[in-house]
């Protein structure tokens, strides 16, 4: 059988990663974004700009390739959808339907009986402050957030009370977790009931931004196992194709909730390409082109640092111990708070 040739919605350090997984086992990946400066370009063996509705250059794209997928949820479902009808994109459109909209994401899980934070749906100022019981909570954009943007936390009823929300857009109040820890499970299945899983990975935001993840993560036996539980019954439900991830909150009682699901790779995963035989972005790319599952191996224990803004500049030209393995994104600008590369530290295990 002649390799397939795999599209990528989105050409950041997601698809950037995913092409250079897609290299070693000689898999060719033509990438699509509407970002001229798109890092992937670097990375994959052709890139398109374009932006997403332009139907002459979505037609090029898919010519050029066998199957899609994509890098961020964000794409609109009808684009997705269109493109499905012609080449098979993994994971499937519908899944990203539920998952990219924060209700019904939440509906999903709360329907198989998987524990997620309080939350109600607000549509006006009225429901905001007549919801005054999830204080302190974090109002949220129902579509379209990521790494804490569209986010207000309202600690106070005084807070709620000045908050002034622009309600052409949907919002989701939540209730905030006492946190004690975060924690990620990535899960790549393949087929009903296979699937690859990846033990749990320890995060700590700042700022809502991914900053460090580790494994192991330092978390009881009963929360290891009902996490993994919990990303298999996911990805079952979804009959999902493709890498996944759950994070997850532990709450300062050891109560597990899930927070939200990223139908695609993760940053928290990153340390899976140092860590273990197999990353989570080459079992994407088996996964979706139905290759060969290999049972996953842990090398190394490992740490990953998000490096953002200008906390690259440090790293670049620097020299690297043997267990240091540094990313560099290649983002032609460098901005405040962006991920513009990452360091991962191995240790044995
Ligand atoms: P994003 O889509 O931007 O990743 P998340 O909902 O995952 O948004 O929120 C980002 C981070 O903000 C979380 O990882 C967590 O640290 C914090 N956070 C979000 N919601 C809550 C909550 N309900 N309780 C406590 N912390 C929260
Ligand atoms: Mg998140």
Redesign the pocket.
Known sequence: MVNPVVGIIGGGQLGSLLSVAAKKINIKTVIISDNIDSPAKNFSDEFIFANYDDENKIKEFINKVDLVTFEFENIPYKTLNNINKTKKVLPNPEINRIVQN?LTEKDFLNKININT?NYVSVKNERELKSNNNLVP??I?TCTM?????G?YKVNSNKELDSLKLDFTKEFIF????N?KK?ISIIITRFSKLQYEIYEPIE?I?ED?I?KYSKIPADISKSIQEKSKDWAIKISEELDYIGTLCV?Y?IDKNDNLYV??IAPRVHNSGHLTINSHNISQFENHIRAICGLEQIKIKKNFNAKMINLLGDNITAYRGKKFKDNEFFFDYLKKDIKKKRKMGHLTITEKC
């Open positions: 924060r934070t909570g974090i949220k957030g990521y790494d804490g943007k986010q939540e209730k905030v977790i946190l975060e995060n935001h809502q991914l994070e909150f927070n939200e």
